[in-house]
């Protein structure tokens, strides 16, 4: 069973601070990583996209990967209040994507 | 780039009837889309993988002769809810596959069905 495992939160942060994601995963086979953010009633958007160790940036976004660990994490700088949203993690393995069930973060102003 | 449209956004139908949802990748060409469905507060569920030209494959527990699924274009999916009940009342999201390479999906924005 691939599975994908995210802590459902909520995450609370003030604004201003960093605010860390994390999500492991079973399948060792996995090449490829998201984090979506879905706000409440909406759809997922994709925000970024990781395929090797390392951390990738992207304005405030950093994600970052570890595949010995089967880690992924994603880190919100200056974290603000329009970032509170649900972030999904999905893992692609073996041309099946499997998404966590999402934490949930709370940006207090 | 990367859009994807729903339609309808919301519908509201009657117990026994069919509804059909459109998804359209906009500026791209998807030969595999997909479709979630999402209750209040819960995860996305995967309920089936759509391929352009050929038949869809679903879930385990996705009953295929009530949620039928067309893929007639690289551009158009449809799922057709039919003989639907209260509790088919849900939120469902189709996605599209930008590239084969990567499995970046790009969502539509989502179809609330509610079934009195």
């Known amino acids: 069973q691939k599975e994908v495992e995210q802590n459902s939160g909520p995450l609370s942060v003030p604004e201003g601070a960093i605010a860390s994601l994390n999500c492991t995963y079973s399948?060792?086979?996995?090449?490829?990583f998201f984090w979506y953010r879905q706000y409440s009633g909406k759809s997922p958007e994709l925000i970024m996209s990781?395929?090797?160790?390392g951390d990738k940036e992207d304005g405030r976004f950093t994600a970052q990967l570890n595949k010995a660990s089967q880690y992924v994490s994603l880190l919100i700088r200056d974290s603000q209040p329009s970032d509170s949203a649900t972030y999904l993690c999905?893992?692609?393995?073996?041309?099946?994507?499997?998404f966590g069930t999402g934490t949930k973060l709370q940006v207090i102003p | 780039g990367a859009v994807v449209s729903q339609h309808p956004s919301w519908v509201i139908c009657k117990s026994g009837t069919s509804v059909k949802i459109e998804c359209r990748s906009l500026d791209f060409q998807a030969t595999t889309m997909f479709w979630y469905r999402q209750f209040p507060k819960k995860s996305l569920m995967l309920m089936a993988t759509?391929?352009?030209?050929?038949?869809?494959?679903?879930e385990q527990g996705v009953e295929k002769d009530k949620f039928l699924i067309n893929h007639a274009s690289l551009t158009l999916s449809t799922l057709t809810v039919t003989s639907a009940h209260p509790e088919d009342s849900s939120f469902y999201i189709c996605?599209?596959?930008?590239?084969?390479?990567?499995?970046?999906?790009?969502f539509g924005p989502g179809t609330r069905l509610t079934v009195t």
């Open positions: 399948d060792r086979g996995s090449q490829s």
């Open positions: 999905a893992v692609e393995g073996y041309q099946k994507v499997t």
């Open positions: 996605s599209a596959l930008g590239q084969l390479s990567t499995y970046e999906q790009y």
């Open positions: 990781i395929y090797s160790n």
């Open positions: 759509s391929n352009e030209g050929s038949k869809a494959t679903y």
